[in-house]
């Protein structure tokens, strides 16, 4: 098992597996995320105080799940291309924070056009979820933007691999604001210890998204880390038979 993982790590076992695997990642999230949209839109029943509101949950939901678990991959990839030097866990840090970002990005929006009719307003300051959410945006501009600053690609990863392990303070602090501070956000639901605090028929919708995103975001980054390895091997001999071939 070590000995696969440790060819896992040399960048051309790497990128053949992840040419093999992604499709059909891509694949399963197509398929999670349409029968989870189809049954959250068209089979769950409506909620009987938000109406058809609640529905958006099955956008947002999986948003916010995603942007908390992303930047902790992040911190965990970070500190992994600290400690021992690994290049594709810097080629993860790079390639996961757009990725975050734009799940940060989409949690924030869908909880403003959800927070709208059920709160009177689309922003409210003092609620400590949505403050802490935007600050954990505003990590990831920093992640993206300080590995952008460097024209060495490795001390530019290296950089943000240090913010991405700072910012990680932050991951804990959006998940438990609605337990640690007064706010308008809800409680969880399903990302909980203990029984969801939701009904079966509306559940299985937000697990199958919540799965699809996750399947998601696993197929972009392993793609996204292979146009990182390209990048940084392109004058190695096996990136110039991979062009050849």
Not at 2 to 22: E, G, K, M, N, V
Not at 36 to 53: E, H, K, R, S
Not at 54 to 67: E, G, K, M
Not at 100 to 125: D, I, N, Q, R
Request: aromatic share 16%.
């Amino acid at each position: 098992m070590w000995t696969w993982f440790h060819q896992l790590a040399s960048p051309p076992t790497f990128y053949r597996f992840a040419d093999l695997l992604t499709p059909w990642l891509f694949a399963l999230a197509v398929l999670l995320l349409g029968t989870g949209v189809y049954g959250g839109l068209l089979i769950a029943p409506a909620d009987y105080q938000q109406g058809d509101a609640f529905r958006i949950i099955y956008v947002h939901v999986p948003a916010a799940a995603l942007s908390l678990f992303v930047y902790t991959f992040m911190a965990v990839a970070g500190g992994i291309a600290l400690i021992w030097r690994m290049k594709l866990a810097e080629c993860a840090v790079v390639a996961a924070a757009p990725v975050g970002g734009s799940f940060t990005a989409l949690a924030l929006l869908t909880g403003m056009l959800w927070g709208k009719p059920m709160w009177g307003a689309y922003w409210v300051w003092q609620d400590a979820r949505l403050v802490s959410e935007l600050i954990l945006l505003f990590f990831y501009a920093g992640v993206i933007a300080l590995n952008s600053a460097f024209a060495d690609a490795r001390a530019g990863a290296r950089a943000s691999s240090w913010l991405a392990i700072v910012g990680v303070v932050n991951v804990p602090i959006v998940h438990f604001s609605v337990k640690w501070w007064n706010t308008l956000h809800q409680g969880s639901t399903i990302l909980k210890l203990g029984k969801p605090s939701i009904a079966g028929d509306m559940l299985w919708p937000l697990l199958l998204t919540l799965f699809g995103f996750f399947v998601f975001f696993s197929a972009v980054v392993l793609r996204r880390m292979q146009n990182e390895v390209l990048v940084r091997e392109r004058n190695a001999r096996w990136v110039q038979e991979l062009i050849a071939a």
